[in-house]
């Protein structure tokens, strides 16, 4: 009896972006079925057309569907760099305060 531990082998990674495009994203919509997570990112863009109740149109750049387990590693991946920003840069503030109108002194 030996307690030998198995050889690890190394594994060489390649990315290949020749075929990827960028996009910019400030906001997310999730969705999920029991074997998937999707996830829509785009862009929310106030509208508001004369006489008519102001509209946020959420124009959809950009869908990724991950099974959970990728999920989890994206959750875990993202956690660790908001962590490591907010160490250098302080809190990220998701609700910032909206400026007040001005008084109508009359």
């Not at 390649?14 to 862009?43: H, L, V």
């Not at 569907?65 to 250098?88: C, D, F, H, T």
């Amino acid at each position: 009896m030996t307690d030998e531990q198995p050889q690890q082998q190394q594994v060489q990674l390649r990315i290949d972006e020749s075929k990827m495009t960028s996009t910019y994203a400030n906001t997310i919509r999730s969705s999920n079925t029991q074997d998937e997570m999707i996830m829509d990112f785009g862009m929310n863009i106030p509208m508001q057309a004369p006489n008519q109740a102001p509209t946020i149109v959420f124009n959809v750049g950009s869908r990724v569907i991950m099974n959970w387990a990728g999920a989890k590693r994206l959750a875990m991946s993202l956690g660790q760099a908001i962590r490591q920003y907010e160490e250098i840069n302080g809190e990220i503030n998701i609700n910032p305060p909206r400026p007040q109108a001005p008084a109508n002194d009359n």
